[in-house]
């Protein structure tokens, strides 16, 4: 029998809609599953996955870090899902900012990710066109504010990105700053709902001229870790600062890469009352990140108490220990004296001791059959003095 040529095409077809057909008729199916599809211009109620509630943002809705490292709202857990806005999709025309905030919210994102947002090189800035970084632009920070607006009426929340892409040039006011070849910037937040003053624990940030995520330290220099492209370098630092806190003593912990506390605690002392001046060193620490945590409510007057001079604290023994080990100190003249337990996190487990001694040499023994295996902090205070060691317990 001969074929004509249209039949091989025919037999071609039947093959593959052969083929096709167990995938149609065998397809999975959910009783509890939605749509894929979702037209353009549906911005409706209707739930999506993934669903968040649609509650809109108070002013009293301040996104702070619980005592476990959570981000949490008024005491309640938040998890965040989103989304980032660059250059011109920070600004939307004023007509727009509903609709994209509609949009969002019915796709389950709770966050936007605002970036580049001073950036010298487009119209769709912070600043002005053409000029210097100093004078903003009236038209791109009112569509910003009213995104902002928008945002929070449909829930969601905005992480603001700055000191990100600005150069600063001679025409900001900086003598030679064409020819500067780096700068530095530092950031210093409360991760608390207290303002920085009162806040118990903070996140001070310091980086030159550009830091971007995922950041690993190399050697003298930060790169990060593949992101975009070519590394990015970052020079280290040096800085001095005087902050102001209500507190007697201050704990600086340099952070690692993903935040988490590393085995190096600095204890600094007021240097008049409520001014604590700290220093960091890159250089010495090899981070961006640095956690501050504060003790004691501070003083309105001039401390005058004498701060004894060879105040002593030895490592405990046994290091590593379970279920028990002893700590031994020694103080050099009579005094009150604390003798505290904390954890990597900061959080006070224990007072070991808290009584006025005689001067002289102590041992005491801890154990603590609820404390899981770990690294914790022993702190002998006296007066305006303290001392801070590290232990570790091995279950």
Known sequence: MELDEEQPMKYSFLILVFLCFPCIGFSQTFSNGFEFYLPPD?????????????????????????????????NKRLRFFGTNFTTAGAFPVKSKADFIAGRLRKMGYNLVRFHHMDNGWSRHSLFEWGGDTRHLNPETLDRFDNMIFYLKDNGIYA??????????????????????????TFTWISLTDSALSTSRRSLFT????????????????????RWGGAPTEMYPLTLSVELFLHADSVM??????????????YVYQPSAPDRFSIPFDQNRDETVWFGIETFGLGTAVKRTSNVPDNLELSANYPNPFNPRTQITYHIPSNGHVTLDIY????????????????????TVSVANSDWSSGTYLYRLTMGEASIVRKMALVR
């Open 42 to 74: 549906d911005t409706t109620t209707q739930e999506f996955l993934p669903h968040f509630p649609i509650i809109p943002i108070g002013a009293d809705d301040f996104v702070s870090i619980d005592s476990e490292g959570h981000f949490s709202i008024n």
């Open 159 to 184: 992480n603001i990105n700055l000191h990100v892409s600005r150069s600063v040039k001679e025409e900001d006011g900086i003598t030679d700053a064409d020819s500067i070849p780096d700068f530095g």
């Open 206 to 225: 310091l980086s030159s001229k550009v830091q971007n995520t995922n950041m690993l330290w190399d050697g003298i220099t930060t790169v990060h870790n």
């Open 252 to 265: 600086v912990y340099p952070l690692d890469e993903r935040g988490d506390k590393t085995d190096v605690v």
């Open 343 to 362: 954890n990597v996190r900061g959080r006070l487990l224990a007072t070991v001791v808290n009584k006025v001694q005689q001067a002289g040499q102590y």
